[in-house]
């Protein structure tokens, strides 16, 4: 039981408004397992606010559906794509060569049109797939900017 108002804590220790500390062994189970302003734990809960108020865990989904969805229409035009994977939102597209064969040719021709145009794309460990990991926090503007340039390299 604490008999006088703490009037700064850190860490396992408390101090009186006159400055006195006293080390803490009556400490809540939160306190106990964390201790108090501890900077991992601050940095964590402060990390967990950003995600909340931007509604990162909404909006994971989100780009990859709207990704996946332009590339389903890609598909429908382009024989080279040969198939589509999605988890959460990212999004991979395979290529393959007129010869049915995993085209990795293909998919760095299409990264080097992608560069030049401003758009960096991830390839798969085999060099055939074009994955498309982006950051959460991308803006509309850019995630469409960079869904239109993967258009038109598609396309050329």
Do not use: Y
Request: positive net charge; glycine residues 8%; charged residues 25%.
């Amino acid at each position: 039981m604490c008999d006088f108002h703490a009037a700064r804590a850190e860490s396992a220790s408390l101090w009186r408004a006159e400055g006195r500390e006293h080390i803490d062994f009556a400490a809540g189970i939160a306190v106990v397992n964390t201790g108090r302003r501890h900077p991992r734990i601050v940095a964590a809960i402060q990390a967990q606010f950003v995600i909340d108020d931007e509604r990162l865990g909404e909006r994971s989904a989100l780009p990859g559906d709207r990704l996946l969805n332009r590339r389903l229409k890609a598909k429908e035009s382009n024989p080279a794509i040969a198939d589509m994977r999605a988890q959460g939102s990212i999004v991979a597209l395979e290529l393959r060569d007129a010869a049915g064969e995993p085209g990795a040719a293909a998919v760095r021709r299409l990264q080097k049109r992608a560069l030049a145009q401003g758009l960096r794309l991830s390839g798969g460990m085999h060099g055939n797939v074009i994955r498309f990991p982006h950051p959460l926090t991308i803006p509309d503007a850019s995630f469409d900017r960079a869904l239109d340039i993967v258009d038109m390299v598609l396309q050329a």
